[in-house]
């Protein structure tokens, strides 16, 4: 396959098969419950909606991320279904300037050995559940987990009133997770989220709509990311489903007395989203127009607080569910795929239940954690008023091009190299011992974990 090239030799077949209980089917869910039914444990998967339905828009699968799907035998029929961007065009909001590019294929997957791509998170999510059902994956759909073991031994309790056990617990139950809140709660922290003033309207544009619109047009069938920045927003825009649709995310103040909730499906007012951009160059109030005004989503942008730990016992948490990002350095998705590819090494590795969750820890909070606050660090640069900041950050990004740093970390080739270049399974597995060292006689007993306040 086209920049795919893994150097990774390991015995993934696990010492002993264990039955591990994922909670949640989302992309960290699937992925994990993936990894290590291909090292011969026994999976069950528990998820809380009847149905898996497509929902969200484009997401970024970043090298980090294929690598690991790739390794997973996955990456092949992500790649048919996803948009290979060749760069990043970075912009002024009035007038549409160019400021900067940042290149992205087939450099990015010359230097890393995995392709950078684009896909609807509804076709990823539908390829990682054929591949769990090709597994068989036993899934039970319609099945709410509500809560652990008050010991963090592993056993589940379902909405039902049923309970389940195994002899791991993960935990991929998204931004609203259960299970987070238990944790923190016995860290003595109420764990809540914390607005950062921002929303996002996303939008999908079907090539029929464009048709008769050569500008736009061009825009659908060129595989160029476009990110406009402006005062108090940014807009992040590509073309998904082999350029039969067009992605735009488009960050803007939450409106005054806006509820806090964190969903992809709250509905966005299209008049509203005109008057905000109505300040913005021809190109984006044109493509604008053409938005169905009940097919605007609304999703308010929360922060959380980083966790004591990710883990208790036997209860291991991934994805939102210790780690979720704000979208301005795209790994969100990235990132719980590299958290499944850790657990799996872990889990081929030992049957050391908290040897394994604790070295799962080690590698992935801290980076995750790092990467969390990049997004918020990017945030604050695309979001510059017009003035003397906002001047020295475009003559920055102009300068990117020549060596120097970006401000918009994504686009930022030394942190690019922090994202998109570290191997977490293979640093796991070539680094075991050493990490094994650093943690054994550490294990944090049930619930007396140092408490951050």
């Known amino acids: 396959m086209d920049y795919f090239k893994d150097d990774l030799k390991w015995d993934r077949k696990a010492k002993q098969s264990l039955r591990i209980l994922v909670v ?245 007012d299209k008049t509203e989203m005109l008057d905000f951009y109505s300040g913005w160059n021809d190109l984006v109030k044109n493509l604008l127009t053409y938005v169905p005004a009940g097919d605007v989503m609304e999703w308010t942008l929360n922060t959380h607080r980083p966790l004591p730990a990710w883990i208790e016992n036997k209860v291991a948490l991934i994805g939102d569910a210790c780690h979720p990002m704000l979208p301005y350095v795209a790994q969100g998705a990235a990132n719980a795929i590299e958290d499944a590819g850790t657990l799996t090494v872990c889990f081929s590795i030992t049957s050391d239940v908290s040897l394994a969750l604790e070295i799962y820890q080690h590698v992935r909070k801290s980076r995750a954690e790092a990467i969390q606050l990049s997004a918020t660090t990017t945030r604050k640069a695309l979001h510059l008023p017009d003035g003397p900041e906002q001047q020295k950050r475009d003559e920055a990004i102009r300068n990117s091009n020549k060596g120097g740093h970006n401000p918009d970390l994504w686009a930022d080739t030394e942190w690019q190299q922090t994202m998109w270049g570290v191997d977490v399974m293979k640093d796991t597995l070539e680094n075991w011992e050493a990490y094994k060292g650093k943690v054994e006689g550490h294990h944090l007993a049930p619930l007396n974990a140092t408490i951050y306040t």
């Not at 970024?60 to 990456?75: E, K, S, V, Y």
């Not at 961007?85 to 294929?105: D, F, H, I, V």
């Not at 476009?226 to 005062?231: D, E, I, K, L, Q």
């Open 24 to 268: 949640g089917a989302g992309i960290g869910g699937l992925a994990v419950a993936i990894g290590l039914k291909q090292s011969g444990h026994d999976v069950i998967i528990l998820e809380q909606v009847p149905h898996i339905a497509e929902v969200g828009a484009g997401i970024q699968m970043a090298p980090n991320a294929a690598r690991i799907l790739g390794r997973f035998g996955m990456l092949e029929k992500v790649m048919e279904k996803a948009n290979v961007l060749e760069k990043n065009s970075l912009r002024r909001y009035a007038n549409n300037e160019e400021l900067g590019t940042a290149p992205l294929m087939p450099e990015i997957g010359q230097k890393y050995g995995a392709p950078l791509s684009v896909i609807h998170r509804g076709d990823l999510q539908a390829i990682l559940l054929e591949a769990a059902r090709a597994e068989n994956i036993e899934m039970h759909l319609g099945s709410r987990v509500v809560e652990a073991d008050p010991s963090f031994e592993a056993r589940v309790k379902l909405q039902s009133g049923e309970w389940l056990e195994g002899d791991v617990i993960i935990a991929a139950d998204g931004i609203k997770s259960d299970l987070r809140r238990q944790i923190a709660k016995a860290h003595g922290i109420e764990d809540r989220s914390q607005p950062t003033g921002d929303s996002a309207y996303r939008i999908l544009i079907p090539k029929e709509k464009l048709e008769h619109d050569p500008e736009a047009l061009e825009l659908l069938n060129t595989n160029v990311g476009m990110r406009w920045m402006g005062p108090k927003g940014h807009i992040m825009a590509y073309p998904i489903k082999n350029n039969k649709v067009y992605n735009m995310v488009l960050l803007h103040p939450q409106k005054a007395g806006a509820p806090n909730e964190e969903s992809w499906t709250n509905r966005g």
